[in-house]
């Protein structure tokens, strides 16, 4: 395997440790990293790369073990264009990778559902390619998987019936294969609503039940973004809509015992909170009715918030949430900030990704087998060179402890101290009279460290703050009634 680990990066905030790496190479042509799964000894990737800036045209896979060593691997077919979309892994350590291919080199559509069996050295060992159903194609390379309950392979495919730039016309499919890409049962769902039809954009396994739950736009009412229910059988069971969102992309990866499950969103609008533009992530329950946010992010500090495949859950406690800064279509460099969160909705840390004079568009995170995640997509470098880059980040990265004393002794007169301060931080609650309270962190531009909800049963509350970066820092307390605010120097 190839082995390329940067030991020092002046840009990059965290100090790496012996399981923190990032692989990083230039692309001859350039790379877009879409999706992949975790095998338990290392991750798959996979995309496709770029050929004359015609297309993603020509299909591309990675495994990275968990030390940072990479084998990587791109297909190229005469005549036509393949990209590969989503990747799951199964028990015996292979991964079942589903892709488009098709059309030809100039136009934007793709005519085959291409399915591969990979080893951890990319080797194929199954292939199976299935015409999409005249008169339908696609040109979005928007595929997802799930297992379901029986050990098979659930599909989920935006398709259309009308060219580029048409994006769909209410058309989406569901095909059911064996692990070894056999197709099973296939179905397209030709109902949706809207000029632009219904578009999925996230499927996932419904606990102690065996129906998959999609998420898209368009299988409930015109435009509006909805839940909907299949059975084994591919059939529509309930339809939810969820007229409280307004966004451009929302993702699940994650339920919760109460039957809820959260989902995190690209950009949205509405009047849930008073920011008019942020990302967030959403609980919701079985039905779609909104239940509760964190917002993470906002339009006033960044010019514009995005994700895709964005959630990685690795426990009720650890999930992480991927996000970049996109500033529009031109090539200026921009940031990418990874947040981690619990089940609870408590931001947990937040970690900002940046490359010197490089525009970074994560496309998605996916957990590790030792607790973390990877995080990549595509990097565009000076206006001109394609670079790859794969990160590692693990929990102790965004973590700020946090302890409650019930009877601090001594307190000095400030309200919060020492301050400045490098690592440890002391609030006094003293205008704190409820016992649920939230506190959130912010940095001088508004951008959010840690949010984490607590019951109030003591004076002090204790902070380890090493981890964020120097400057002036605000700190909010919010018991339901009151707020108790706060500045610090962190140094």
Request: aromatic share 14%.
């Amino acid at each position: 395997m190839k082995r390329i680990l940067l030991v020092v990066l002046s840009f990059w905030a965290i100090g790496l440790q012996a399981q923190q790496w990032v692989v990083s190479h230039p692309a001859e042509e350039g790379v877009v990293l879409l999706g992949g799964d975790c095998n338990g000894n290392g991750n798959f990737i996979v995309g496709a790369c770029n050929k004359n800036g015609l297309s993603y045209l020509d299909a591309y896979a990675m495994y990275v073990n968990d030390n940072g060593d990479f084998v990587e691997r791109s297909f190229s077919f005469d005549g036509y264009k393949s990209h590969l979309c989503s990747a799951i892994c199964m028990d015996n350590g292979n991964a079942f990778v589903v892709g488009v291919k098709g059309g030809t080199l100039t136009n934007h559509h793709y005519d085959t559902l291409w399915i591969l069996v990979m080893t951890p050295e990319l080797e194929i060992v199954e292939e199976r390619n299935y015409p999409l159903v005249e008169p339908y194609r696609t040109w979005t390379t928007d595929v997802y998987l799930e297992f379901n309950n029986y050990g098979e392979v659930i599909v989920l495919a935006d398709v259309s019936q009308y060219g580029y730039p048409f994006l769909t016309n209410g058309v989406y499919a569901v095909f059911k294969c064996d692990v070894h890409g056999n197709m099973l049962k296939s179905k397209y769902f030709a109902e949706g609503h809207g000029v632009n039809g219904a578009r999925p954009t996230g499927l996932i396994r419904v606990p102690n039940s065996d129906y998959m739950m999609m998420i898209g736009k368009g299988f409930y009412v015109t435009n509006s973004h909805s839940i909907c229910y299949i059975d084994n059988e591919l059939e529509k069971v309930d339809t939810y809509p969820l007229p409280w969102f307004e966004d451009i992309w929302n993702y699940t990866d994650c339920w919760k015992e109460n039957g809820h499950f959260l989902m995190s969103s690209m950009t949205h609008h509405h009047g849930v909170v008073e920011n008019s533009y942020y990302a967030a992530v959403f609980e919701v329950d079985y039905r779609g009715n909104y239940v509760d946010t964190l917002v993470y992010d906002r339009a006033d500090t960044s010019d514009y918030t995005a994700q895709f495949g964005s959630m990685a859950y690795v426990s009720d406690d650890i999930i992480y949430i991927a996000t970049y800064w996109e500033s529009g279509q031109d090539e200026q460099p921009t940031d990418a900030v990874i947040c981690l969160i619990d089940s609870d909705l408590n931001l947990m840390g937040t970690k900002r990704l940046k490359v010197v004079d490089t525009k970074i568009r994560i496309m998605h995170c996916q957990r590790t087998s030792d607790g973390g995640c990877l995080v990549y997509g595509q990097c565009k470098k000076s206006y001109a060179s394609e670079m790859l880059y794969v990160w590692k980040l693990l929990p102790e990265d965004f973590v700020i402890p946090w302890t409650l004393n019930e009877n601090p002794v001594a307190l000095p007169h400030h309200e919060a101290y020492p301050n400045p301060t490098r690592d440890c931080l002391n609030i006094i609650l003293e205008h704190v009279d409820n016992q649920r309270c939230v506190i959130g962190i912010t940095d001088s531009k508004g951008r959010k460290y840690f949010e984490h909800r607590f019951e109030n049963v003591g004076g002090l509350l204790t902070l380890d703050v090493s981890s964020l970066d120097n400057g002036v820092c605000f700190y909010e307390i919010f018991d339901g009634h009151s707020i108790q605010k706060g500045k610090f120097v962190k140094y």
